[in-house]
């Protein structure tokens, strides 16, 4: 397996001088300028989240994946995560492979249910449908992305679909992770669905999180499928500056603000880290996109051969 490494965001709103937040529309072209910086500088992935906060407007990733793919040329792109339970899968799966007819192989989605139930009231949606809402649209999204026509029903449909046709088509099927803040029975739907597992780390030790990757392993192993297949993402809060101090310095008092507001080692495939938090002074962002493209992986591929 090749390890990946990248970087992930919600979009930051810049900070005005008072204090107060600036522009959300300027966050998110911050956010295609950083997706810039991590190609030229070698990144494998930049992934897209969801969020429907002031400090964190990105709230339509897949609008943000097709942005990137019309002006990259070789860095993977997805979102990080789609909040499932609260979007059409139809639409998602369109846009992702409208994405992907620009940008061949290189799109993909992780389908998750978010980590907070702010989408349900702003989408009229009832929080008690959690898990049947979640449960129904990962289905059909699945079941959309192996045929090009359908014949489905689902509890979060009020009509069937008979022999439907979803256009357009990707040239391949779309890479789709099952999005998981870590509960049991999200590792087990994963193996049970074949899909590859991204973990969404906000705190906690690497041993914690280490038996995650390791029941997912060896569920995967006893489910007959075949072990390269076996891949685990995981997505945390990190930074890179020129030494430890200045990294410190820089991104923990954003870091903490972030959470008042309100690097697991477990053999995975892909590492991702949200660095643009709470605030964080958009300059830096890109500089530390730098670093971890030209000093930190090249030191991780010699590490790994």
Do not use: C
């Not at 390890?3 to 008072?18: I, K, M």
């Not at 979060?156 to 999005?179: A, K």
């Not at 972030?258 to 690097?263: A, D, H």
């Amino acid at each position: 397996m090749t390890f990946e490494l990248g970087v992930y965001s919600f979009a930051n709103t810049p900070r005005t001088a008072e204090g107060g937040y600036g522009s959300t529309a300027q966050a998110i072209r911050d956010v295609l300028e950083a997706v810039h910086v991590a190609e030229e500088v070698g990144l494998d992935f930049f992934g897209f989240g969801e969020h429907h906060t002031r400090s964190m407007p990105l709230s339509s990733p897949t609008a943000l994946v097709n942005a990137a793919a019309a002006h990259t040329r070789r860095i993977g792109l997805g979102t990080t995560v789609t909040v499932l339970s609260t979007d059409e899968p139809i639409r998602v799966f369109q846009q992702l492979a409208t994405a992907a007819a620009i940008a061949p192989g290189r799109i993909e989605a992780v389908a998750g249910r978010g980590s907070s139930d702010i989408t349900f009231p702003l989408f009229d949606l009832d929080v008690s449908d959690y898990d049947t809402l979640y449960r129904s649209k990962l289905d059909l999204l699945l079941k959309l992305n192996g045929h090009d026509r359908l014949t489905w029903s689902g509890p979060h449909r009020r009509r069937p679909l008979n022999d439907t046709l979803v256009v357009p088509r990707p040239e391949q099927p779309l890479r789709i992770w099952l999005g998981t803040g870590g509960s049991p029975e999200s590792v087990l739907r994963a193996v049970e669905l074949g899909l590859p597992m991204f973990l969404g780390i906000l705190g906690g030790t690497p041993e914690h999180w280490a038996q995650y990757g390791h029941a997912y392993r060896n569920a995967w192993a006893q489910a007959g499928h075949p072990a390269q297949a076996a891949h685990i993402a995981v997505a945390v809060h990190g930074f890179v500056a020129q030494d430890d101090r200045h990294a410190k310095n820089i991104y923990l008092d954003h870091e903490t603000r972030m959470f008042k507001q309100g690097m697991a080692e477990i053999g995975h495939t892909r590492q991702i880290l949200q660095m643009d938090v709470r605030g964080l002074p958009h300059t830096t962002f890109p500089k530390s996109i730098e670093l971890l493209g030209t000093e930190v992986l090249p030191q991780i591929r010699k590490e790994l051969e």
